[in-house]
């Protein structure tokens, strides 16, 4: 009778948690951050795919139809598959996916775009999946995410025009620092709990294969990536650090340290600032060293979903004064 | 919220229970693909996965262990009229950061091309390569036969010391073939 009368406690309790956890309003605001700056990546993306779009993704180019459906997964699929593969129509759309990412910039109709963006993803990256890496999975990803979130409350076109339509009554309050005071920029936070899960999904599966491998528990591993010339070497930095055995051994254990704790860590109010600083760091270091494109700026987006604007109350002494007294 | 939330009418209670669903699913799912989990299980979820767009396997950035050997390729295209050329994949080290970074999707294509899942891209890519060589001549793919190498220069094993600098550039083999395509 007790342990049964527990286990409905222990089940209520979790479902609790649950709903505390997905369901509770998160600040809008975190998420048109997000959606600014994954617009833009989106935008530097696609500016340096535009040059060779004949080469990489017609019947003409590098990998006609027939070899790409070979090379894909069988279960993968792509518009561009589905539409004639000539230069006119690979074009045609890359410029709708451009014009559609500089609407997500904008804010405008955010979400639907963001499905079109992950549409225009997943075809482009099936369509020539030999040109992809890492990260074109976490673009993906987070478009997919986006795509459940309150991207048009705040800082948008959407809101803009909300405000013209309905007039100033319904116009935010003036103080841009509290959510709580202005239900526009309250929002349901499951998309957010869901981009935030995936981030840390992405560094704890990381972490794993690390620790599954014998130079990273070694502590040699950075000494073999820095010697591969087609990653690594992209901004100077002193040749000692990764001549000296030691160094590179407490920078090799210090990647699957950050990789291990922040996924971990990151949940709790004590640890989450601190976390986030390590990842956006790390990422940081990692963009100075290595050749590894658009990856790093995508993951610090990601990260974002941790701030709160809370975490950027130093900005503003005088409103916080102000609110005082 | 979950305490004010048994009150509430039907329809919000459904969309309640439907966007629970969904978050649970979504997260076994991608927690499957993404961490240790039964390879059997794994390529069922992987599958659908897929379907959705939604696919990312393991995150093995320089995992297990990372790549302890440099790889180059390199094309000798020998044409119908006996003409040879040969293509030659850059030297990463003496490109700019800017070169690199426009040039990521090529480095990426190069870097797919070494692995033999790649195979079906060979052909189609000698191809162009073949074209692209003699721009001036119609048809240049026509008969041509194009010899794909690659170039290993393994890094040596951590174990010896002094360790080469980071500075030192890669010492490349003679080279193995990679494919001989013979173009119709």
New interface residues.
């Given amino acids: 009778m007790t342990s049964a009368s527990s286990l409905k406690a222990t089940a209520r309790s979790l479902?609790?948690c649950?709903?505390?956890f997905?369901?509770?309003p998160c600040d809008a605001r975190v998420c048109a951050a997000i959606r600014i700056g994954y617009a833009a990546l989106v935008l530097v993306h696609l500016a340096?795919?535009f040059p060779?779009l004949d080469?990489?993704f017609t019947d003409a180019?590098?990998?006609?139809l027939?070899?790409s459906r070979?090379?894909a997964?069988p279960?993968?699929?792509s518009l561009l598959w589905l539409l004639p593969g000539t230069a006119t129509v690979v074009n045609t759309c890359f410029w709708i996916a451009a014009a559609q990412a500089a609407m997500l910039l904008v804010g405008f109709l955010p979400r639907l775009n963001a499905l079109c963006i992950?549409?225009w993803?997943?075809s482009l990256q099936q369509r020539n999946p030999?040109?992809?890496?890492?990260e074109d999975?976490a673009m993906?990803?987070i478009a997919?995410f986006l795509i459940w979130m309150p991207l048009g409350n705040c800082w948008s076109l959407n809101s803009l025009l909300s405000r013209y339509w309905t007039g100033p009554r319904n116009a935010p309050l003036q103080n841009p620092q509290s959510a709580i005071h202005n239900p526009q920029f309250l929002a349901p936070a499951?998309p957010l709990?869901?981009l935030q899960?995936?981030m840390a999904?992405?560094?704890?599966?990381?972490a794993?294969?690390?620790l599954?491998?014998?130079?990273?528990l070694n502590g040699?591993?950075l000494?073999?990536?820095?010697?591969?010339?087609?990653y690594?070497?992209?901004?100077p930095?002193p040749?000692a650090i990764?001549?000296s055995?030691w160094i590179v051994a407490l920078l090799t254990w210090s990647v699957v340290l950050v990789e291990l704790a922040v996924p971990l860590l990151i949940w709790f109010r004590e640890t989450r600032l601190p976390c986030v600083a390590a990842a956006i760091l790390f990422h940081l270091a990692n963009e100075w060293t290595m050749?590894l494109?658009l990856f790093h700026w995508i993951m610090i987006v990601g990260w974002l979903s941790f701030l709160t604007p809370d975490d950027f109350r130093w900005l503003y002494p005088s409103l916080r004064n102000r609110e005082v007294t | 919220?979950?305490a004010n939330?048994a009150g509430r009418p039907l329809p919000t209670r459904l969309r309640?229970y439907t966007?629970?669903t969904f978050?649970a699913t979504?997260?076994v799912a991608?927690?499957i693909d993404?961490?240790?989990s039964p390879l059997a299980l794994r390529l069922r979820v992987?599958?659908?996965l897929?379907?959705l767009?939604?696919?990312?396997?393991?995150?093995?950035?320089?995992?297990?262990?990372?790549?302890?050997i440099?790889l180059r390729l390199r094309a000798e295209i020998t044409y119908l009229d006996g003409e040879r050329r040969e293509w030659n994949a850059p030297t990463?080290?003496t490109l700019t950061?800017w070169k690199?970074?426009?040039g990521?999707?090529?480095?990426?294509?190069i870097?797919?091309?070494m692995a033999p899942?790649?195979e079906?891209?060979w052909?189609?890519?000698c191809r162009?390569m073949a074209r692209t060589m003699r721009p001036d001549l119609p048809d240049a793919d026509r008969g041509a036969e194009v010899r794909l190498i690659y170039h290993e220069a393994p890094?040596p094993s951590?174990e010896n010391?002094?360790?080469?600098?980071?500075?030192q550039?890669?010492g490349f083999d003679a080279g193995w073939t990679l494919t001989i395509e013979k173009l119709e």
Avoid at chain 1, 232 to 235: A, V
Avoid at chain 2, 53 to 68: H, K
């Fill in positions: 479902a609790h649950w709903q505390e997905f369901h509770s340096v795919l060779d080469h990489w180019g590098i990998l006609p027939e070899a070979r090379v997964s279960h993968a699929w992950f549409i993803l997943v030999l040109i992809c890496d890492g999975v993906r990803m997919f499951w709990r869901l899960l995936q999904l992405i560094y704890l599966s990381a794993l294969e690390k599954s491998g014998e130079t990273w040699t591993a000494y073999y990536v820095s010697r591969l010339d087609d690594f070497g992209r901004f930095v040749t990764f001549d055995p050749h494109f | 919220v979950a939330f309640f966007v629970n978050i979504l997260l991608l927690a993404a961490l240790p992987q599958a659908i897929t379907r767009g939604l696919d990312q396997g393991s995150w093995s950035l320089f995992a297990p262990d990372p790549d302890s440099n990463w080290r950061p690199m970074f426009i990521h999707r090529r480095r990426e294509w870097e797919h091309m899942e790649s079906p891209a052909k189609p890519w162009e890094v951590a010391h002094p360790w080469p600098s980071i500075r550039p890669p």
